[in-house]
């Protein structure tokens, strides 16, 4: 890896601390020549503190290491992407990020179609929606919609219009997180077995 530590004065690159399994950023830190060799020979990431004047190990003092998994050159050969398995919080305020965020698996619009949900499973019954009424006629219903439509996607999958099968596959995953929800899961608690499995 030809890493250009000269390009700055001080001899130092950034380095973006990423989670190897959620994709998070989890922090921000510089590395020297001497840091960048010490992660590669431990596994174990390790930055050049600009306060402390030294090299430093994340987790020397907490126990909260980052786990080296592989480590990314930009295009202009300045900035390292690292990506790690973190061994508990990261920031040294005892968050799992630097900006407080949770360090958990985010699947775009599904992880907001759950919060939907979850939001709607806890509506008065002023303001009752689909998803409302379905939470209140309880366990046994909400498992019927998901077969129903199960059935309603293998059917359509044995024709040939797309427009069909899609709609109903989108009907079949927003039923199936609704039992999740019902079930007290997420799906991340279902990618978790998978992997697993794996």
């Not at 698996?105 to 303001?127: M, P, T």
């Amino acid at each position: 890896m030809n890493i250009d530590f000269s390009k700055n004065k001080d001899g130092l690159v950034p380095a973006i601390i990423q989670d190897a399994k959620t994709m998070k950023v989890l922090m921000l830190g510089y590395m020297n020549e001497e840091a960048f060799l010490k992660t590669n020979q431990t596994k174990k990431v390790t930055f050049y503190s600009r306060s402390k004047q030294r090299l430093w190990t994340k987790g020397e003092e907490s126990g909260n290491f980052l786990n080296l998994v592989d480590i990314k050159l930009d295009c202009d050969n300045d900035t390292l992407l690292i990506h790690v398995n973190p061994e508990g919080p990261v920031c040294h305020k005892g968050t799992d990020t630097c900006w407080q965020e949770e360090n958990k698996q985010d699947y775009g619009f599904i992880s907001e179609l759950e919060q939907i949900i979850e939001n709607r499973k806890n509506q008065s019954s002023a303001e009752k929606s689909y998803v409302a009424s379905l939470f209140e006629k309880g366990i046994n219903k909400i498992a019927q919609k998901v077969g129903e439509e199960a059935v309603e996607v293998v059917i359509e999958a044995k024709d040939d219009n797309e427009d069909l099968f899609l709609n109903e596959s989108a009907d079949l995953l927003f039923h199936y997180l609704i039992l999740l929800n019902a079930k007290g899961y997420q799906l991340n608690d279902i990618v978790k077995v998978l992997e697993n499995r794996n």
